[in-house]
């Protein structure tokens, strides 16, 4: 058995960058940042802050685009993905991604969080797109939550 699964909130570093393969797919690109903090043995207050590149496919890149602003608080949840290719100076270079398959807004400035799935996977190298459930547009309440 294999598992391979994200899940982060943060704030966005930036705004989403849209853009269109050439077979027609939306994806949209953006970066969250999540901080550890700690106090370490001298009791001082310490922070290490983690960027995380985010990857969304069709409708969901399409909400993330419509929605996320820098700033924002987000949930998302995925799965990890690493890239590799060569740079003009020769050099191969890696990049890992977190392919979104679900984002939640947690705006504190409405009071509600809204839930957005896209868990539809990223097209194949020959191009055919693979079958994949609607996403979900249910809209999830603070006070809803059980705990």
Known sequence: MNLNKAMIIGNLTRDPETRTTPSGQTVTNFS??????????NGQKQQRVEYHNIVAWRKLAD???QYLKK???V???????????????GVKRYRTEIIAENMIM???KTGSTTSF???QP????????PEAPAPSDDEI???DIPF
């Open 122 to 129: 990223a097209p194949s190298d020959d191009g055919s797109q």
């Open 32 to 41: 969250v940042a999540t901080n550890l903090v700690w106090t370490d043995g």
């Open 63 to 65: 909400i993330c685009a």
């Open 75 to 89: 949930y998302v949840e995925g799965r990890l993905q690493t890239r590799d290719w060569e740079g003009q100076d």
């Open 141 to 143: 309440k603070v006070e």
């Open 71 to 73: 700033g924002n608080k």
């Open 106 to 108: 947690l705006d504190a």
């Open 117 to 119: 799935s896209g868990s």
